[in-house]
């Protein structure tokens, strides 16, 4: 079995270290390293992998923070230079806690904890179909020079305006409006909650209250749902038991 894993920590001299010990460990595939939890963030969410070799100290957004926000499957051995937290570990997904300097042998150790629980986890999804992954509960934006957390079952549309998008978010006044594409924005949402309905929308179908020929409505707001995304749209609402167009 091979565990694909990602290294996140704002040092380059550990990230090399960690790299080393990843490249001569035959059961893990190393997928990309970062500096940054924020930078790392997006391509978790669309790239999922199994392990994060995760810093905790960083700026930003430190790694206690940022393991709340993974998906339930991926698991997080920290590294750090601070005994401190290994307390607070266990309260996430975390199977260790390396102590900086991190040897190869305690590192190995701890990769072969992650590999039994995956074996573990492996067989359970064979006896249990029904098991399934959790989504990312929310996202951070960027806007008004700041990060910005937002709830996924709050968003309710997105709205692309050239280089900026406009995120409508449930029981919030105002948009929040981010230096960001509408194609970038597409790969931060998970596809099977959010769909595109025109070039200039994505949509949140579970906020869905009333569609109104060809228009979705949400308020006093109408969204267009042009032909080139109608059909995928529709499909994607029959599945999902919300809405069945007939003639």
């Known amino acids: 079995m091979i565990l694909t894993c990602i290294i996140i920590d704002d040092e380059p001299l550990a990230v090399r270290l960690l790299e080393s010990y990843v490249n001569k460990t035959p059961f893990l595939e190393l997928k990309s390293t970062y500096n940054s939890a924020i930078d790392a963030l997006s391509n978790i969410n669309n790239n999922p992998v199994d392990l994060l070799f995760l810093d905790i100290q960083m700026p930003e957004l430190n790694g206690m923070e940022f393991s709340r926000m993974l998906p339930e499957h991926v698991r997080v051995i920290f590294t750090t230079a601070f005994e401190q937290y290994a307390l607070d570990s266990y309260k996430v997904n975390a199977l260790d806690y390396l102590l900086k300097p991190i040897s190869y042998p305690d590192f190995l ?67 929040i409006l981010s230096l960001m594409t509408m194609k970038t ?12 309905v025109h070039r200039s929308f994505i949509v949140q179908p579970e906020k869905i209250r009333v569609i109104e020929r060809n228009r979705i409505v949400f308020g006093k707001e109408y969204i267009p749902i042009s032909d080139s995304y109608k059909d995928k ?15």
Do not use: C
């Not at 924005?185 to 595109?196: A, D, G, I, K, S």
């Not at 749209?233 to 003639?247: D, N, Q, V, Y």
């Open 233 to 247: 749209f529709t499909e994607f609402l029959s599945r999902r038991s919300l809405f069945t167009e007939k003639g």
């Open 109 to 175: 150790k701890s990769s072969q904890k992650a590999l039994q629980w995956y074996e573990i986890l492996k067989k359970t999804n064979i006896t249990d179909p029904s098991v399934k992954t959790a989504e990312p509960e929310s996202i951070f934006i960027k806007a008004d020079r700041k990060r910005i957390r937002i709830d996924m079952d709050r968003i309710l549309y997105v709205e692309g305006l050239k280089d900026y998008v406009k995120i409508y978010v449930e029981g919030e006044l105002h948009p």
């Open 185 to 196: 924005m597409e790969e931060l949402l998970p596809e099977n909650r959010f769909v595109r």
